[in-house]
């Protein structure tokens, strides 16, 4: 990246945090038109939820790797499974807000006892978590692709890194939790 892109990845990492959630808050909130989209079949839109979970078990996986490598000192190795575990997050993020324009949320199935005092808290907290990790995940990213990997030891990247990972880890794990109570458990 130039030079530019070096000396401003505060702002590369907040215009991305802001165009990514205002995407997932349009969709959830309704505002971007099915019609923008092309409808793929009712199978197709009911596998999602399906692929999506299989996403993020691959997407744990490879940030559990890529932390794996880089305690090892293997700075290629850790590259690309953390690079691979963004495109897996971006493949996640536009299969879900596919699904969520067309579809919209899916309703809980089970009891009210358990939608009050289970799955809500536990949606929520997943959100929450999806949330904050964004900016950590961007800036992260931005200084690792901004700079050579020697100059990343003057920069927060690991530090950063870190807290995004572990949010990361978090919320995709919650995210599968979510998954099993709306589609398997009830």
């Known amino acids: 990246m130039n030079d530019w892109a070096r000396e401003n990845v505060s702002v590369l990492t907040a215009v991305a945090s802001v165009v990514a959630l205002a995407l997932v808050f349009g969709a959830v ?4 038109p099915s019609s923008l989209l092309p409808r793929a079949s009712d199978a197709v839109l009911a596998a999602i939820p399906h692929f999506n979970a299989a996403v993020s078990l691959t997407a744990i996986a490879t940030i559990l790797l890529g932390w794996r490598a880089i305690s090892r000192g293997n700075v290629e190795r850790h590259r690309n499974f953390m690079v691979t575990s963004f495109a897996l997050f971006a493949a996640f993020l536009g299969a879900y807000l596919y699904r969520l324009i067309h579809v919209g949320t899916t309703e809980f199935p089970g009891p009210e006892l358990v939608y ?4 809500l808290p536990f949606l929520a907290v997943h959100i929450l978590l999806a949330i904050v990790c964004v900016p950590f995940v961007f800036h992260a990213l931005f200084l ?3 700079r050579p990997y020697a100059d990343l030891y003057q920069t927060r990247h690991s530090q950063v890194g870190f807290v995004g990972a572990v949010l990361w880890l978090i919320s995709f794990t919650m995210g599968i939790g979510v998954y099993l109570l709306l589609y398997h458990v009830y």
């Open 116 to 119: 009050s005092y289970v799955y």
């Open 144 to 146: 690792a692709a901004t």
């Open 29 to 32: 909130g309704g505002v971007i």
